[in-house]
């Protein structure tokens, strides 16, 4: 092949594979982040989580003898009554709350 030839061939489909791979990167170092700042959640119980919940916004509905349903005009959670919240299941609480790791740290520091 001439370099002529290698000239005329078109960069585009290389620029594009490349955008990818830089959006992919961009991408999982976003979810890491996102991860490592879950990390410096301190252990907390559910009672705690609640407190911090109504703090932003949310009602307690209903308290059982193993949870408690709370609301605010976008979301419902369930709250564990427990001594400490495992870590998946703060996380997952306060996904359907919409509220991140540092938002919440800011509201067990009010």
Known sequence: MSLTMIANV??????NEAERARNGIHAARNALAEKLAW????AVSGLECIQALVRDGFAVEFVGSAYADLTRHDAFVQVPLVA???????MTVLGHAKI?????MALLEQ
């Open 84 to 90: 400490i919240l495992e870590p998946a299941v703060l």
């Open 10 to 15: 078109p960069s585009q489909p290389f620029a």
């Open 100 to 104: 991140g790791p540092a938002r919440f």
């Open 39 to 42: 990390l410096r959640v301190p």
